[in-house]
């Protein structure tokens, strides 16, 4: 049983396109999160939602929505994708959002736009 | 910029030796640091965690190190072994968990 699943695992996408990753976990957390890892593997958060809402923003495009339905389900949607889009998103979770904590993540998305 | 980062981007270890992996921080108010390893096409996984009350925790063949002085960290591999090739990430959580550049660590025969 995976803990923290992502799909799709692999995206090939043209410049201009949208497109979305889904991300669930199974271990019963609070807190969900998307992180960017660029070509240099520098792994950098992007949102963090607690228990369906929004808890972290960091300076990131407004082309990127996340969307939380529910606290198991965190899901990330890029609009009008670019080239520097072109990394590896990963998904993960955590039991609180509080400062210690360890974090949970999934095997990676990795997108590519073309 | 972020405030972790790792000294060196690589280290080549002999299977067998002991590996120590520096990482420097810059905000002093952290309070939690976390070592992950990242294996090829895999997401981050957790190796070991320190307060900042300590200066030192040990795990099975993991040991950190922590100087907050200096505000520097480090993970020491004793006996490194082939299934330890993989890249390195010191982090530090404030109020978010921040994560440097990463070490790649290669495992000779």
């Known amino acids: 049983d995976t803990a923290v699943s992502q799909t799709p695992k692999y995206l090939v996408t043209q410049m201009g396109n949208d497109k979305s990753i889904k991300c669930e976990q199974n271990?019963?957390?609070?807190?969900m999160y998307w992180y960017k890892q660029d070509s240099k593997k520098f792994l950098k958060i992007m949102f963090s939602?607690?228990?369906?809402?929004?808890?972290i923003n960091e300076t990131v495009p407004n082309r990127f929505s996340p969307k939380s339905p529910d606290k198991a389900h965190l899901n990330l949607h890029i609009n009008s994708l670019e080239l520097g889009d072109s990394a590896v998103y990963f998904c993960?979770?955590?039991?609180?959002?509080?400062?210690?904590?360890?974090?949970?993540f999934g095997e990676g998305s990795r997108l590519t736009v073309l | 910029g972020e405030s972790v980062g790792l000294h060196l981007p690589t280290l080549s270890v002999q299977e067998g030796d002991n590996s120590i992996i520096n990482c420097a921080y810059s905000?002093?108010?952290?309070?939690?640091f976390i070592w992950y390893k990242q294996e090829s096409g895999k997401g981050p996984q957790f190796i070991i965690d320190?307060?900042?009350?300590?200066d030192k925790r040990q795990g099975q063949r993991v040991t950190v190190l922590l100087n907050k002085t200096v505000k520097h960290l480090s993970l020491q591999i004793a006996a490194t072994q082939p299934g330890d090739s993989a890249v390195y990430f010191c982090?530090?959580?404030?109020?978010?968990?921040?994560f440097g550049a990463g070490t790649t660590v290669t495992v000779r025969a």
């Open positions: 320190i307060r900042s009350n300590m």
């Open positions: 905000n002093s108010a952290s309070d939690y």
């Open positions: 271990l019963g957390h609070d807190t």
């Open positions: 982090a530090e959580n404030d109020y978010k968990l921040s």
């Open positions: 993960a979770s955590s039991r609180t959002s509080g400062s210690t904590g360890e974090l949970f």
């Open positions: 939602y607690n228990n369906k809402e929004l808890i």
